[in-house]
């Protein structure tokens, strides 16, 4: 005949045998004592208050690094639009559209006759501000890539080629 489970438990090492209860002394009744937490149990909440606090500096860290990011970047604005005032080279009766990539799009700023070979020559650059592409001349865009190099949109290099396709930087389009 066929063994019971619990032998078969009990052979393999996965159960133990249960010695009969033994009546537990009486304590006395003045004397209320709190259950005794487990090692476990205290090992587990001190890893879980562990686990916590570091997840918590983590987070301030990383809030605090964010700011000052965002504080340096407001004093780069803030000297930036101190550098350029002034000294926007925009003409309102600009009428040619000069194209160039910024941002993975292809962006315009409009120009005069006379400012379209020296954008293409490398004397003047295009430099954005708070969403606005302004003309400047090579000493004011040298100084704004100096302060945030992102800025500085469009400074051509007159000794560089025409680029991989070969279209020249002065066709109109």
């Given at each position: 005949m066929s063994?019971?489970?619990r032998?078969q438990l009990?052979?393999?090492?996965?159960?133990r045998?249960?010695k009969?209860?033994?009546p537990k002394?009486a304590?006395?009744?003045?004397?209320a004592?709190?259950?005794?937490?487990?090692?476990?149990?205290?090992?587990?909440?001190?890893?879980y208050?562990l686990?916590?606090?570091?997840?918590?500096a983590?987070?301030?860290?990383?809030?605090?690094e964010?700011?000052q990011r965002?504080?340096?970047k407001?004093?780069?604005r803030?000297?930036?639009?101190?550098?350029?005032?002034g000294?926007?080279?925009?003409?309102?009766?600009a009428?040619?559209?000069r194209?160039?990539?910024h941002a993975n799009?292809?962006?315009?700023?409009?120009?005069?006759?006379a400012q379209?070979p020296?954008l293409?020559?490398?004397?003047?650059g295009?430099?954005?501000?708070?969403?606005?592409y302004?003309v400047?001349?090579?000493?004011t865009a040298?100084?704004?890539?100096?302060?945030?190099?992102?800025s500085l949109?469009?400074?051509?290099?007159?000794?560089?080629?025409?680029g991989?396709?070969?279209?020249?930087?002065d066709?109109?389009?």
């Open positions: 063994e019971s489970l032998d009990l052979k393999s090492g996965l159960a045998k249960f009969a209860e033994q002394p304590k006395p009744p003045h004397k004592q709190p259950p005794r937490r487990e090692r476990s149990d205290i090992d587990l909440a001190k890893a208050a686990r916590d606090s570091s997840e918590r983590e987070r301030d860290r990383a809030q605090r964010a700011e965002a504080r340096e407001k004093e780069r803030q000297k930036l639009a101190a550098l350029l005032d000294k926007a080279l925009n003409a309102p009766d009428d040619i559209a194209h160039f990539p799009k292809i962006r315009r700023v409009y120009v005069t006759q379209l020296r293409n020559g490398g004397e003047l295009v430099v954005q501000l708070a969403g606005r302004l400047v001349d090579l000493e040298n100084a704004a890539r100096e302060i945030d190099a992102e949109v469009l400074l051509c290099d007159p000794m560089e080629n025409a991989e396709d070969d279209v020249p930087a066709l109109v389009w």
